[in-house]
C-alpha cells in the first residue's frame, strides 16, 4: 500500500542550526502539507503546496520556515534558524484533492525535532 | 477563528467497555468534521468522516455524529478491543479554506485485556 515517507524520524539540532525535514509523498497526489505537534498540545497547520506553490500558510510559518518540491518526488521543510521552540514533530501529508474539501490526508509517521 | 477542542486523555478503558471522546468545535459557516486515529509507530490515518449535520460518520464500529445544535462531534464505540489502543484526533475542514484541516490535541487510548 502507498505511505507517506519522512526523513529522519529524530534530529536532534543546535539552536541557530539549519534543518531540513524530508517527505516523500504518495506518488499520484497533488497536494501536499507540513503539520506540527509540540509535545502535548494540538497538531498545529504549517502549509500547503500544490502546483509547485505554497496554496495556504499560517502565522506560524514565518519567514524562517520554506518548502520545496525540488525534483517531483520529495518534499521538504527548512527551517533556516532553528529556535527552542520549534522542538516538535513535524508530521508531513499528501492528498489527491485539497483535504479541506475531501478530509482525506495520508501522513507520514512524523520527524521529531529537538532544539538544544 | 476556527478550532476544535476534545477531551483531555489519556483515556483508559477494558476491553469490552463502551467508550466515548468528546469533541466539540467552533467554526464560521458548515465544516466538514473527521476522526483521524494514529496507532503507535504510525502517522495519522482517517477514521470516519462527516460532512453535513445531522450525518453520521462510521468505521471500524465507530461512530459519530455531526451535531449542528451542540456543536459536537463526539466518537463512540460500543466495544472496544485491545488493538483500538492509540491517539485519536477530531479535526475540521474549513469553511474559509479548500486546502487546511484543522485539528485538537488528541485522546489517548488504552484498553487493558
Known amino acids: 500500500e502507498p505511505e507517506v515517507t519522512q526523513t529522519p524520524s529524530h534530529q536532534v539540532t543546535q539552536m541557530g542550526q539549519e534543518v531540513i525535514l524530508r517527505c516523500v509523498p504518495i506518488s499520484n497526489h497533488l497536494y501536499f502539507y507540513w503539520y506540527r505537534q509540540i509535545l502535548g498540545q494540538k497538531v498545529e497547520f504549517l502549509v500547503s503546496f500544490y502546483n509547485n506553490e505554497i496554496s495556504e500558510k499560517s502565522e506560524i510559518f514565518d519567514d524562517q520556515f520554506s518548502v520545496e518540491r525540488p525534483d517531483g518526488s520529495n518534499f521538504t521543510l527548512k527551517i533556516r534558524s532553528t529556535k527552542l521552540e520549534d522542538s516538535a514533530m513535524y508530521f508531513c501529508?499528501?492528498?489527491?484533492?485539497?483535504?479541506?474539501?475531501?478530509?482525506?490526508?495520508?501522513f507520514g509517521e512524523g520527524s521529531r525535532l529537538t532544539v538544544l | 477563528g476556527d478550532s476544535v477542542t476534545q477531551m483531555e486523555g489519556p483515556v483508559t478503558l477494558s476491553e469490552e467497555a463502551c467508550l466515548t471522546i468528546?469533541?466539540?468545535?467552533?467554526?464560521?459557516?458548515?465544516?466538514?468534521l473527521f476522526w483521524y486515529v494514529q496507532y503507535p509507530g504510525e502517522g495519522l490515518q482517517l477514521l470516519l468522516k462527516?460532512?453535513?449535520?445531522?450525518d453520521k460518520g462510521s468505521n471500524k464500529g465507530f461512530e459519530a455524529t455531526y451535531r449542528k445544535e451542540t456543536t459536537s462531534f463526539h466518537l463512540e464505540k460500543g466495544s472496544v478491543q485491545v488493538s483500538d489502543s492509540a491517539v485519536y484526533f477530531c479535526?475540521?475542514?474549513?469553511?474559509?479554506?479548500?486546502?487546511?484541516?484543522?485539528f485538537g490535541s488528541g485522546t489517548r487510548l488504552s484498553i487493558r485485556p
Open positions: 468528546n469533541c466539540t468545535y467552533t467554526a464560521t459557516g458548515y465544516p466538514s
Open positions: 501529508a499528501s492528498s489527491v484533492g485539497a483535504g479541506g474539501s475531501t478530509g482525506e490526508l495520508f
Open positions: 479535526a475540521l475542514s474549513s469553511y474559509s479554506s479548500a486546502s487546511k484541516i484543522i
Open positions: 462527516a460532512t453535513k449535520a445531522d
